[in-house]
């Protein structure tokens, strides 16, 4: 499966942004889809992931509470929605795909470009 991730940009402190990430290729509802960022000079950071059917979601401690993951599987797109973000969020963000639920980012097998997401003070 192919993902295309989009939807990042720059953004004031306190903004919101909705990153999508659309999967092409292999059905869509067979993978579960994770989230990721990784600053300059920091390690991939390990954000949520959703199953494959949606119904259940998990979201790091980092960001619980602003971050919000979701999908619609009749568009074959997955969503990352952030708000209140901090210049801190300042990151290029990734999607993933992985038949199974991961925190690991080595379980992912599919992975997209990333979408810059730029939030200043």
């Known amino acids: 499966v192919q993902l295309q991730a989009s939807g990042g940009g720059s953004v004031q402190a306190g903004g919101f942004l909705r990153l999508s990430c659309t999967a092409y290729g292999r059905a869509f509802n067979t993978y579960a889809m994770g989230w990721f960022r990784q600053a300059p000079g920091k390690q991939r950071e390990f954000l949520g992931f959703?199953?494959?059917?949606?119904?259940?979601?998990y979201i790091a401690d980092s960001v619980k509470g602003r971050f919000t993951i979701s999908r619609d599987n009749a568009k074959n797109t997955g969503y990352l929605e952030m708000n209140s973000l901090k210049p801190e969020d300042t990151a290029v963000y990734y999607c993933?795909?992985?038949?199974?639920?991961?925190?690991?980012?080595?379980?992912?097998?599919?992975w997209g470009l990333g979408t810059q997401v730029t939030v200043s003070s």
């Open positions: 959703i199953n494959r059917n949606g119904g259940y979601t």
């Open positions: 993933a795909a992985n038949k199974d639920n991961s925190h690991d980012s080595i379980n992912y097998d599919y």
